[in-house]
């Protein structure tokens, strides 16, 4: 605009601003502040294990105790699974549903969530640690259970919860069993 005169502008790059406030906001739950931890390891890579648990149609393969039935629920942006996707849980021997938000999504790296079941709080952080060159995959699962007991209270009882209640340690192992026999059919095949 010739009535204007020179106009000084500066020129800023957005996208690894963006970068940077994502990489910096992270919700993670270590081990030392879980009220529970539970490891698994996987005969496969990663990003194996990290489609396997991360798709909730798997999921309901995994629980042959209690019959619970996962769907997908809303999607992040663009329809895909990440900061703000949700699954659904519907509880095959008991009545009632729960939600799981997702909350931090680093694929191939870990993932946080939060369960909610009417008034109960779960969050949690999923690890996905390579191991044997990365052929292998260690997972670890940090739980807490939002109940009003103290810290070390919680500690004692949300662990054999888990295990009474759900047989999470046996339903890890089971998860693994079933990775392994799907990719030798695959291999097989």
Known sequence: YEHL??????SADLHERYKQIIETRRIFLEAKDADAVFIQEYDAPPAVVWDWWNNPVNRNEWDTQHHNVW???????GGRTGVGARNHCAHGDRPGESLEEITDWRPFDYMSCVGIEGNLRMPETVIFEPIDDGRRTRVYDHIN??????????RLVVR???????????????????????LAEKENA
Do not use: C, W
Request: glycine share 6%.
């Open 5 to 10: 005169g020179d106009v000084q502008t500066y």
């Open 71 to 77: 769907r997908m629920g809303g999607r992040a942006a």
């Open 145 to 154: 259970m939002e109940i009003p007991l103290p810290k070390f209270l919680r």
């Open 160 to 182: 054999p919860l888990f295990e009474i209640m759900a047989k999470y340690t046996k339903m890890l192992q089971h998860s693994s069993d079933l990775l392994n026999q799907r």
